[in-house]
């Protein structure tokens, strides 16, 4: 009996086929400098794959901040200790975020107020309260919601 032979790939194909085994071996030909063998678009889309994917996770961190500051505030009655922790947590995220990547925090401040609004919809369908108990404009600043000390009253 003979072993399988291995399947012979063309980059862009094992692109499709194998993604793995297609970073690992883009991997080692920028390392050893053949650059002229890199499936370079793929390359390229990936890379801004990465950025984009930066960026939503960004967003993802700061409506879990914003949703939980919010249900901290206007459920002052129900605040639990699960929820200062996902508030320390996300922020936590983001902290090291912006330490990763300091070209970040001109999104942060860019995309805040239209996080604000996602996190207003989101409390209020987590909360069964009306969306208009929740202001319109962020009753928090962009500072305030990195602040690992602020709650609101």
Not at 29 to 50: F, T, V, Y
């Amino acid at each position: 009996m003979t072993a399988p032979q291995p399947t012979a790939f063309t980059d862009e194909s094992l692109y499709d086929q194998d993604f793995y085994l297609w970073i690992e071996t883009t991997a080692k030909k920028l390392k050893e400098g053949r650059l002229a063998e890199i499936d370079l678009a793929n390359l390229i889309e990936e890379i801004e794959s990465m950025g984009r994917s930066e960026k939503q996770a960004l967003d993802s961190n700061l409506i879990v901040v914003l949703v939980h500051l919010l249900k901290y505030k206007f459920q002052s009655n129900k605040r639990s200790n699960s929820w200062k922790a996902t508030i320390r947590e996300h922020r936590r995220r983001l902290t090291r975020a912006f330490k990763d990547s300091p070209s970040l925090k001109p999104y942060f401040q860019e995309f805040f107020l239209e996080c604000y609004q996602d996190a207003r919809k989101q409390a209020s369908d987590e909360t069964g309260l009306s969306l208009d108990t929740f202001p319109v404009e962020s009753p928090f600043s962009a500072y305030e919601c990195l602040d690992e000390d602020f709650l609101p009253d």
